[in-house]
C-alpha cells in the first residue's frame, strides 16, 4: 500500500493528540514532520506537547515551533477547557529531544518540495502556518495535493455565533488557505456536532489497560469530575474527525461548494461563507463534510490503540 506522506499542522490540545497518534498509527499514512501554531494555547506550550507526544509514543517525526496570528492579538482558550497544559488529565514526561532547527513555515516548505504533487497538510489548528507558507514560498501553491482543514462552520459556531474557533483565532491567514486554488477538505462544527462520542463509547475502546488507551482516556475524560462530569450527550472529538476524514474519506459525506471567508464583519469575522445554493456564481473550491458514519470513525480509533504498545 503506498502511504500518503503529509504533515500535520497543529495546536496540542487534547483533540489534536488523539488526531497525532491517529495518523501515526494509520497503515495509509505516512506522518513526514510536525509544525505547531498558537491555537488551544500559546506556541511555546503546544510545540512542548507536541515534541512530548512523538517522544513518548515513538513517532519518528520532525517538530517544529510555530507562529501567532497574522493581523489580530492572541487569544488562547480558557484553561477549563483543555486543561492548564492542554492535554486534560494527561501527563506525560518532558521530551528530552530537541526540536527542529527549522520554524513551522521553513520546515513546511522543505516537506512540500520533497513531496512534490503528494504532500497533503492535515491542519487541525488555526491557519497561520499555512497561510505563511503559501505567502512567502508562493511555488509551494503548485506542489501541495490537498489540505484537509478541521475549521468552519456553514450552519454552527462554537466560538461566536458564526464562527468556529480555529478560523476565528486567524481569519486572515484562513482567507488566504482558501483562496489558494489547493484543494481543501474542511471538517467544521456541521459534522462535528452530528457525530458525538459518548463515554459509553470511550469505555468499550479504553478498557485494554494499555498506556495509550490511558493517555486518550485522561485527554478525552477532562472534564469529567463530580463539579463537570462528563456530557451525557457526549464529546465532540473535532481534531480526531479530520484525521479520520484523511485516513478513510469514504466515512464522510460530502458536499463540493464555494467557500470564502470573512475577515471585515463586526459579528462575523472569521465565518466560513459556504454558498450552498451558488448564489455568487463562483466554481467550487472546498469539500465540506456533513455527515459522519459514526461506527467507521470508532473504528479508526480502535485501530490507533492496537497500532500503537
Not at 513518548?56 to 480558557?78: N, T
Not at 527549522?102 to 522543505?110: A, K, Q, T, W
Not at 479520520?244 to 474519506?249: G, Q, S, V
Not at 461548494?257 to 461563507?273: A, H
Request: include cysteine; proline fraction near 6%; aromatic fraction near 8%.
Amino acid at each position: 500500500m503506498k502511504k500518503i506522506p503529509i504533515v500535520m499542522d497543529c495546536d496540542p490540545g487534547t483533540d489534536d493528540a488523539l488526531a497525532m497518534l491517529m495518523v501515526h498509527a494509520a497503515k495509509n499514512i505516512d506522518l513526514r514532520a510536525v509544525t505547531t501554531v498558537a491555537g488551544n494555547l500559546n506556541r511555546e506550550v503546544t510545540a512542548q506537547n507536541a515534541l512530548d507526544i512523538t517522544e513518548y509514543f515513538g513517532i519518528p517525526a520532525p517538530v517544529a515551533k510555530g507562529s501567532y496570528p497574522i493581523m489580530k492579538k492572541f487569544e488562547a482558550l480558557d484553561i477549563s477547557v483543555m486543561g492548564e497544559g492542554g492535554l486534560g488529565n494527561a501527563a506525560l514526561p518532558k521530551a528530552q529531544g530537541e526540536f527542529s532547527p527549522y520554524n513551522s513555515v521553513e520546515l513546511l516548505h522543505r516537506e512540500v518540495q520533497k513531496a512534490a504533487g503528494e504532500i497533503v497538510i492535515l491542519a487541525t489548528g488555526p491557519l497561520t502556518n499555512v497561510a505563511l507558507l503559501l505567502s512567502v514560498y508562493l511555488e509551494d501553491r503548485e506542489l501541495i495535493r490537498e489540505i484537509v482543514i478541521m475549521g468552519g462552520a456553514v450552519y454552527y459556531g462554537n466560538h461566536t455565533p458564526r464562527t468556529e474557533f480555529n478560523i476565528y483565532t486567524d481569519a486572515e491567514a484562513a482567507k488566504i488557505v482558501f483562496q489558494s486554488g489547493i484543494p481543501i477538505k474542511m471538517i467544521g462544527t456541521d459534522v462535528t456536532y452530528r457525530t458525538p462520542v459518548t463515554r459509553k463509547d470511550l469505555d468499550c475502546l479504553l478498557s485494554d489497560g494499555k498506556r495509550v488507551s490511558k493517555f486518550i482516556g485522561d485527554l478525552m475524560f477532562y472534564p469529567g469530575d463530580g463539579e463537570r462530569p462528563f456530557p451525557e450527550e457526549g464529546i465532540y472529538i473535532w481534531d480526531g474527525l479530520a484525521a479520520a476524514a484523511l485516513i478513510c474519506p469514504e466515512c464522510m459525506e460530502w458536499k463540493h461548494v464555494y467557500v470564502d471567508v470573512e475577515t471585515k464583519g463586526e459579528l462575523t469575522y472569521g465565518e466560513t461563507v459556504a454558498d450552498m445554493d451558488h448564489y455568487l456564481k463562483q466554481p467550487p473550491n472546498v469539500h465540506i463534510a456533513f455527515g459522519c458514519d459514526k461506527e467507521k470513525f470508532i473504528g479508526i480509533i480502535q485501530k490507533t490503540i492496537s497500532a500503537i504498545d
